[in-house]
């Protein structure tokens, strides 16, 4: 009864090369996430989505573009690939409490995929 | 930026022993959270503290946030080789930057 799911755990691919990376939650909740952790375990936000609106981190190349077919989904597309992209990615999700953009909701994070660009 | 910085980086101690882990942040919140991330997996919530509470608690977990210091504190009681972990403090601002992650104090728990 995961409750958000992330494949594939591992990917290991050559740099120019394209991706994708799968999420799915079976919590219902209207929100959901992609975040970056880097070898120091820094943790930063790259994209949050609900079926409103689509929130993008600045700083997140272009080359990176979430995809949600339908609100239980965001997957994660990431396009030629760079050395400099080999991170965890995790998934999560909320529910947001009314309107706006108030995260008094937990995060509920997927066990992430580990990209490893060589 | 509202990053959380936590203190310290790692911290081990005995089994048994409290676990005190600090959080500090640079600008006003709306909610701070803490999580827990065991190695290998993905982050698991395990208290979250609006902006006008001072302390709560949760079975052996103990948060306290000062908004004039801008800072937190979870401390961990009679703590337990289960409990070897990162932590993790975030700080929500209300506005559309989401959760805003520190870089987390590596607790481990000697038996």
């Known amino acids: 009864d995961t409750a958000v799911s992330q494949t594939p755990k591992y990917l290991v691919t050559q740099m120019g090369n394209d991706k994708s990376i799968k999420c799915e939650q079976n919590?219902?909740?209207?929100?959901m996430y992609w975040y970056k952790q880097d070898s120091k375990k820094f943790l930063k936000i790259m994209f949050s989505?609900?079926?409103?609106?689509?929130?993008i981190n600045e700083t997140v190349p272009n080359r990176f573009s979430p995809k949600s077919p339908d609100k239980a989904h965001l997957n994660l597309h990431i396009n030629s690939l760079e050395l400099g992209d080999s991170a965890v990615y995790f998934c999560a999700s909320s529910q947001a409490p009314g309107t706006g953009y108030s995260y008094n909701s937990p995060l509920h994070f997927g066990n992430g995929t580990r990209l490893t660009v060589t | 930026s509202q990053q959380g910085e936590e203190d310290p980086q790692a911290l081990s101690i005995q089994e048994g022993e409290n676990a005190t882990m600090n959080c500090s942040y640079k600008?006003?919140?709306?909610?701070l959270q803490w999580y827990r991330q065991n190695s290998g997996r993905g982050l698991v919530h395990l208290i979250l503290?609006?902006?006008?509470?001072r302390e709560k608690h949760s079975g052996r977990l103990r948060v306290t946030l000062d908004t004039s210091k801008k800072s937190s504190s979870l401390l961990i009681t009679a703590s337990r080789a289960a409990d070897t972990a990162s932590y993790f403090c975030a700080t929500a601002g209300g506005g559309a930057d989401g959760l805003t992650f520190g870089k987390g104090t590596h607790l481990i728990i000697q038996p």
């Open positions: 919590l219902g909740h209207d929100t």
């Open positions: 600008t006003s919140i709306n909610n």
């Open positions: 503290i609006r902006s006008n509470e």
């Open positions: 989505y609900n079926n409103k609106e689509l929130i």
